[in-house]
T-cell receptor, first 113, second 116 residues
């Protein structure tokens, strides 16, 4: 059974600082996703990573994937308050002909002035 | 159109009521999903439809009954729910996983369900 672990689960940062969220998964997969969720809202797709060494960047967020280590990172550069949200990684689990996403528990990010 | 539309946004029902949640997409996606999300938890997969056929049921109680009338619509029929079923119900759609590419799930805004 695929397990997805995120850490930290809670992250309180000061504006302007850098930090990294980690996502480990237990079995081989060829697709990893990062989503953002604001309180009471739906999930917004941030990145999809398809291959070993993939790196995607959007604004102050950069995601990378190491399939050999089964590890993805979401790096935050010079955090701003607007980045406060919960961030989920999700890994594709393909069992036979059924495909489904397994989500990590999420990282609640709070950026303080 | 790049949206998944869910109705209603909020629903309050008693344990003896029958109600339905509706989901619609016009992106040509052939996979549609129902997820349940409790507060401060990740989404939990309930059902997956692929080409209008149920392909995954994550051992969901029969008081939840999904229906996919056509490739654009997905319903979740609710009957005899329990208070612990109160949650945010998210619909999502994507290209079929067997196609190559990113196959990103696009989520709707959700239906917040309260069972009294």
């Amino acid at each position: 059974e695929l397990k997805v672990e995120q850490n930290p689960l809670f992250l309180s940062m000061q504006e302007g600082k850098n930090y990294t969220i980690y996502c480990n998964y237990s079995t081989t997969s060829d697709r990893l996703y990062w989503y953002r969720q604001d309180p009471g809202k739906s999930l917004e797709s941030l990145f999809v990573l398809l291959s070993n060494g993939a790196v995607k960047q959007e604004g102050r967020l950069m995601a990378s994937l190491d399939t050999k280590a089964r590890l993805s990172t979401l790096h935050i550069t010079a955090a701003v308050h607007d980045l406060s949200a919960t961030y989920f990684c999700a890994v594709l689990n393909s069992g036979g002909s059924n495909y489904k996403l397994t989500f990590g528990k999420g990282t609640l990010l709070t950026v303080n002035p | 159109d790049t949206e998944v539309t869910q109705t209603p946004k909020h629903l309050v029902m008693g344990m003896t009521n029958k109600k339905s949640l509706k989901c619609e997409q016009h992106m040509g996606h052939r996979a549609m999903y129902w997820y349940k999300q409790k507060a401060k938890k990740p989404p939990e997969l309930m059902f997956v439809y692929s080409y209008e056929k149920l392909s995954i049921n994550e051992s969901v109680p029969s008081r939840f009954s999904p229906e996919c009338p056509n490739s654009s619509l997905l319903n979740l029929h609710l009957h005899a729910l329990q208070p612990e079923d109160s949650a945010l119900y998210l619909c999502a759609s994507s290209q079929d996983w067997r196609t190559s590419g990113a196959n990103v799930l696009t989520f709707g805004a959700g239906s917040r369900l309260t069972v009294l």
